[in-house]
């Protein structure tokens, strides 16, 4: 697949909704002008997998507060943990990543260190 054609554009609104706008596969092909096999055959494709993909996040961005509303309920009415994690995580507040603060004298005596290690090994 080169680019996308109307046929394409077409499948990729009906596939990017929940549950498929209530569509059947059939349904959408039959709008498409293709058969059904057309259809899954263009999902194997990296360019229509691109689009469908940026079409769903153009279609869910606008929910994206309730989808942070339920969150926040989810944390406070079911004392839900994982829940709460991942709204600490979505608003920077919680991250996996650790920090270490390195301090380094300047003045190391390498001799002393070595006696130190010298002794520990006996």
Same mark, same amino acid.
């Given at each position: 697949?080169?680019?996308?054609?109307? #046929? #394409?554009?077409? *499948? %990729? =609104?009906? @596939?990017? $909704?929940?549950? =498929?706008?209530?569509?059947?596969?059939?349904?959408? *092909? /039959?709008?498409?002008?293709?058969?059904?096999?057309?259809?899954?055959?263009? @999902?194997?494709?990296? @360019?229509?997998?691109?689009?469908?993909?940026?079409?769903?996040? =153009?279609?869910?961005?606008?929910?994206?507060?309730?989808?942070?509303?339920?969150?926040?309920?989810?944390?406070?009415?079911? #004392?839900?943990? /994982?829940?709460?994690?991942?709204? $600490?995580?979505?608003?920077?507040?919680?991250?996996?990543?650790?920090?270490?603060?390195?301090?380094?004298?300047?003045?190391?005596?390498?001799?002393? $260190?070595?006696? =130190? %290690? @010298?002794?520990?090994?006996?």
């Amino acid at each position: 697949m080169q680019r996308i054609e109307t #046929h #394409h554009a077409i *499948a %990729i =609104r009906w @596939l990017a $909704l929940p549950k =498929r706008g209530g569509k059947t596969m059939e349904e959408i *092909a /039959a709008e498409c002008g293709v058969t059904k096999r057309s259809i899954y055959d263009w @999902l194997k494709e990296p @360019l229509f997998d691109r689009e469908l993909k940026k079409e769903i996040v =153009r279609q869910t961005t606008a929910r994206i507060p309730e989808v942070m509303a339920s969150l926040t309920d989810a944390v406070i009415n079911d #004392h839900n943990a /994982a829940a709460a994690k991942l709204l $600490l995580q979505v608003n920077g507040m919680l991250t996996d990543k650790v920090e270490i603060d390195a301090k380094v004298s300047e003045t190391v005596d390498v001799e002393a $260190l070595k006696a =130190r %290690i @010298l002794a520990q090994r006996a």
